[in-house]
Every structure is written in structure tokens, then in C-alpha cells.
T-cell receptor, first 115, second 112 residues
């Protein structure tokens, strides 16, 4: 089984709808991240969490919110989806105990289309 | 602020030819650098990382990268391309805030 899983893998929604993307991990890592990938822009950080009680905004957090329900679960919500949020979304984890630089472990991604 | 720049959004090589993917970094402190690979319909996975222990870093699948401080570069190479190397490659830098900044990516095409 995959160490980092994301659901759904693909989602089509309409402008104005609220949607949630979910991420689960079995790696036991404290740190979790949400990124979006757009062609030509690489990966941009939306939110990151260093533990269940520590959640931080990344470079492009506007229009998004997150919830860290447990060490293993980190959800990303789009409160009111808009077409420019169409992208590929990745969840990732890392282990602070591994020392710098921390390798990040990625899920398979969720492809989101907002109509 | 730390950043990375990948030169060339697309690179095409013939099978068996040298692969060279270019990455330049900007950092006021000694950087920690990565190369990640993304195969079609998959998440990113680590190829290799520079930790200052050695300037030539060997990774998986025959890839290696050389850290050159004088050129602020961390180019990725592989002596002989294989069809299975076709993927997107990302250079990245650990910013020290336990966050990683990724380059825009270079898509590698391998021709038979």
C-alpha cells in the first residue's frame, strides 16, 4: 500500500462549490504539506503543518483552508471554488527527525477541474 | 531569499545519449539542494540531495549531480538515457525554514 494517499484522484466541480481534498499517510511523519502544480510554475506551497497544533500559510493560501485532524490526516478545502484553482494538487510529508535537508514524500496527486 | 532556476522547460535526447538538466541556485548561505523526478500520473520522488558532504552526489537510476559553488549550479546528469527516464525533473532548495522551494521543472523526452 502507498505511504501517502490522496482522495479523490480526479474531481470536476463547478464555480462556487465547496470541495475537500484529503490526504492520509502511514509514514508516521509529523510534517505535512499541500502544494499545487501548474504547468511552467512548478510546485507552490499552499499550507504546511509541523504537527497537529501547528498550521501555517504558504505562499498561495488565499481561497484555501486546511484541517489537520490527526498526525496522519491533512485535508485541503476550497471554500468557494473558482476556475483558476484548476490544477494538480499534491500532499507531501517529511520527518524532522531525519535531519536537514528533509526529503519530502509525495502522494499521487489530485487533478481538480473547476468549471 | 533562496531560489532555483531551471534552464529549459523541455529537453529532448536520443536513447543512449547524455542527459544534462541545468539548475542554478540563489542563496546567501550554503544551500541544501534536491532533484526530484515526477513520472507520468505520479507524485514526485527524490532522485538525490546535496548535503555538503560531497560535491558529486549520486542518486537513483544512474543519475548524479555536481554542486559547483563558483557557478552556483547543481546540474543533473546521466551518461546514457533510457526510455524510462522520460519524466519531469524538479530542482529544489531547502530554505532553512523547513520549507522547500521548487523550480519550474524540466520535461525530459527520450527518442528511440
Amino acid at each position: 500500500d502507498a505511504d501517502v494517499t490522496q482522495t479523490p484522484r480526479n474531481r470536476i466541480t463547478k464555480t462556487g462549490k465547496r470541495i475537500m481534498l484529503e490526504c492520509s499517510q502511514t509514514k508516521g511523519h509529523d510534517r505535512m504539506y499541500w502544494y499545487r502544480q501548474d504547468p511552467g510554475l512548478g510546485l507552490r506551497l499552499i499550507y504546511y503543518s509541523f504537527d497537529v497544533k501547528d498550521i501555517n500559510k504558504g505562499e498561495i493560501s488565499d481561497g484555501y483552508s486546511v484541517s489537520r485532524q490527526a498526525q496522519a490526516k491533512f485535508s485541503l478545502s476550497l471554500e468557494s471554488a473558482i476556475p483558476n484553482q484548476t490544477a494538480l494538487y499534491f500532499c507531501a510529508t517529511s520527518d524532522p527527525g531525519s535531519g536537514r535537508p528533509e526529503t519530502q514524500y509525495f502522494g499521487p496527486g489530485t487533478r481538480l477541474l473547476v468549471l | 531569499a533562496q531560489s532555483v532556476t531551471q534552464l529549459g522547460s523541455h529537453v529532448s535526447v536520443s536513447e543512449g545519449a547524455l542527459v544534462l538538466l541545468r539548475c542554478n541556485y540563489s542563496s546567501s548561505v550554503p544551500p541544501y539542494l534536491f532533484w526530484y523526478v515526477q513520472y507520468p500520473n505520479q507524485g514526485l520522488q527524490l532522485l538525490l540531495k546535496y548535503t555538503s558532504a560531497a560535491t558529486l552526489v549520486k542518486g537513483i537510476n544512474g543519475f548524479e549531480a555536481e554542486f559547483k559553488k563558483s557557478e552556483t549550479s547543481f546540474h543533473l546528469t546521466k551518461p546514457s538515457a533510457h526510455m524510462s527516464d522520460a519524466a519531469e525533473y524538479f530542482c529544489a532548495v531547502d530554505t532553512g525554514g523547513f520549507k522547500t522551494i521548487f523550480g519550474a521543472g524540466t520535461r525530459l523526452f527520450v527518442k528511440a
